[in-house]
Nanobody, 124 residues
Framework: QVQLVESGGGLVQAGASLRLSCAAS????????MGWFRQYGGKERKFVAA????????YYADSVKGRFTISGDNAKNTVYLQMNSLKPEDTAVYYC?????????????????WGQGTQVTVSS
């Protein structure tokens, strides 16, 4: 059974940094592509970043490019999302996701497994 557990969320001021972690069990990073999505209120869950160790391949949403960095640690079976220069519009619940397909996906339906989410709040 695949489990994804996110951590690292919190309340910060605009311009600050946070690092989110997603610890995976039941599946290794080398056999998965991993993604981060975020959802604010009742709005659609949106793609943030993805990584596949098969390349490695990395892809970002335009809204976070240059500010966020996704990385993976195979030894710890953990994926990270380093978020710098945070803005109030980055406020959301951030979800980690894993796919059986090693290719990068930006759609929610690409991913079979999801974590429970971690709240990130950026104050102005």
């Amino acid at each position: 059974q695949v489990q994804l557990v996110e951590s690292g969320g919190g309340l910060v001021q605009a311009g600050a940094s946070l690092r989110l972690s997603c610890a995976a069990s039941g599946r290794t990073l080398s056999t998965s592509s991993m993604g981060w999505f975020r959802q604010y209120g009742g709005k659609e869950r949106k793609f943030v970043a993805a990584i596949s160790e098969s390349g490695p391949y990395i892809y970002y949403a335009d809204s976070v490019k240059g500010r966020f960095t996704i990385s993976g640690d195979n030894a710890k079976n953990t994926v990270y999302l380093q978020m710098n220069s945070l803005k109030p519009e980055d406020t959301a619940v951030y979800y980690c996701a894993a796919s059986n397909d090693l290719r990068i996906g930006t759609e929610r339906g690409w991913y079979e497994y999801w974590g429970q989410g971690t709240q990130v709040t950026v104050s102005s």
